[in-house]
C-alpha cells in the first residue's frame, strides 16, 4: 500500500514509522530540521518501543510523491487549509484521505475541499512529540489508530489499510461508526488539553488532586452533554468512564497542546476547547468550563516564539 503521511510530527511520525517497518510504501512530508535529520539519518522513535528507519522516503514537495492509495492527515488544526492544497497531486481518482488531526470539526474542513467519497473517518491515540530534529519520544505504551467510512461499511480500502497497520505492530480497529469514535476522543483530549496547558502538569498530579481531577471530569462532561445535543451515541455517564483511561496512563502523560504552549507554537484550543463552545452555542447547551479554557489560552493561540 503506498501511504503519504502529510505532517510527520508525533502521531504521523510515530504511525508512519510503524507502517513503513511493516512493509508499506511510506513517504513522509515534512518541513525543516527534521526533514534534513530524517533524510540524512532516518527516522527514529525512542520510548517504550524504540525503533530506528535508517532510510525514509522523506520531501517537503508533495508533489514529488506523486499519486498514493491513502493519505494520513497529521498536520496540526492550523495547517489545514494550506495542507489541504499541498496534498491534491498525490490524489488521485482511488485515493482515500483519512484525518487523524484533533477534534471534531476536522472533517467539516476536509469536505470543502474533496469529495465526500474519497474520505474515511479516523481517530489517532497516542502520546508522542518531536524530541529533536528527526526524533519521535512516546510517552507510555498507549498507541492505536481508528478509521472507518462515514457509512459504516467495511470497505476494502479500509480492509487494507488495516492489514498494513497491523502488518506495522499498530493497534488499529476498522470501526462501524467512526462518529462516535472521533467524539469519545474529543472527550478525553479536551479535558486533557485543557487541564495540562492552564495547570502546566502533566495528567499525573491533575488526576491525583481532588480540585483539578473535579475540573477534569466536568470539562469532559460537558463535551458529552454537546455531543448527546448533536445526536451522537454517547452514554450519559462517558465522561466517567474516560476518567478511567485518565487513571490508566503513564503519570508523565500530556497533551499535544500543553507541548506547544510550552515552545512556543501555535495552539489548537479553538478546535478544541473553542469547538466545545461553538458547537455547544449551536444546540443552547451551556459550556462555561470550556469556555474559560479558551479564554485563559487566548492569549498563547497564536504562538509566542518570537
Known sequence: ??????????????????????????????????????????????????MHLAQVNATDDPASVGEVDLVMLCVKLWDTEAALAQIVPMIGPDTCV????????KDQMLRSAIDASQLMGGVGYIAATIDRPG?????????????????????????????????????????????????????????????????????????????????????????????????????????????????????DMTSSMHHDLERGNPLEVRWLAGGVVELGALKGVPTPLNRAIAAILALHAKGNRS
Open 135 to 251: 526524533v519521535i519520544r512516546q510517552t507510555g505504551p498507549m498507541q492505536r489508530l481508528v478509521f472507518g467510512e462515514f457509512d459504516g461499511t467495511r470497505s476494502p480500502r479500509g480492509q487494507a489499510f488495516l492489514a498494513a497497520c497491523l502488518a506495522g505492530g499498530i493497534q488499529a480497529e476498522l470501526s462501524a461508526d467512526i462518529v462516535r469514535e472521533i467524539w469519545q476522543k474529543y472527550v478525553f483530549l479536551v479535558g486533557l488539553s485543557g487541564t495540562t496547558s492552564t495547570i502546566r502538569k502533566p495528567i499525573g498530579p491533575i488526576r491525583d488532586h481532588p480540585q483539578t481531577r473535579a475540573l477534569l471530569l466536568d470539562l469532559m462532561r460537558e463535551v458529552v452533554a454537546v455531543g448527546r445535543a448533536h445526536g451522537v451515541d454517547l452514554a450519559r455517564d462517558y465522561a466517567e468512564v474516560r476518567l478511567q483511561l485518565a487513571d490508566n496512563v503513564a503519570y
Open 1 to 50: 500500500m503506498r501511504i503519504a503521511v502529510m505532517g510527520s510530527g508525533g502521531l504521523g511520525g510515530y504511525f508512519g514509522a510503524r507502517l513503513a517497518r511493516g512493509g508499506a510504501d511510506v513517504h513522509f512530508v515534512a518541513r525543516g530540521s527534521h526533514l534534513r535529520a530524517m533524510r540524512e539519518h532516518g527516522l527514529r522513535v525512542e520510548g517504550p518501543e524504540p
Open 98 to 105: 483519512v484525518s487523524f488531526q484533533n477534534g471534531v470539526l
